[in-house]
Nanobody
């Protein structure tokens, strides 16, 4: 059974940093394409960062480019989202997700989410 567990969320002030972690069981993250998503109240879920299975290429939403960084520690089977220069508009529940191929759109596995709240 695949399980993704996020951690590292919390309440911070604008300008602070947080690092989210996504630990996997039942799935080898080095063989998966991973994404970090977020959903704020009343807004649609958006993908903020992704890393491909092939070559570990990263991509970011424009709203977080230059501030967030996704990385993968294969030895720990964990994916991270480093978030710097946080803004109040980054407040959301953050989810990690995995898919078995870079060539499919749908992420098959999702974590339960971790709340990030940024105060002004």
């Amino acid at each position: 059974q695949v399980q993704l567990v996020e951690s590292g969320g919390g309440l911070v002030q604008a300008g602070d940093s947080l690092r989210l972690s996504c630990a996997a069981s039942g799935l080898t993250l080095s063989r998966s394409a991973m994404g970090w998503f977020r959903q704020a109240p009343g807004k649609e879920r958006e993908r903020v960062a992704a890393i491909t299975y092939n070559f570990g290429l990263t991509s970011y939403a424009d709203s977080v480019k230059g501030r967030f960084a996704i990385s993968r520690d294969n030895a720990k089977n964990t994916v991270y989202l480093q978030m710097n220069s946080l803004k109040p508009e980054d407040t959301a529940v953050y989810y990690c997700a995995a898919k078995n191929s870079d060539y499919v759109q749908t992420y098959a596995y999702w974590g339960q989410g971790t709340q990030v709240t940024v105060s002004s």
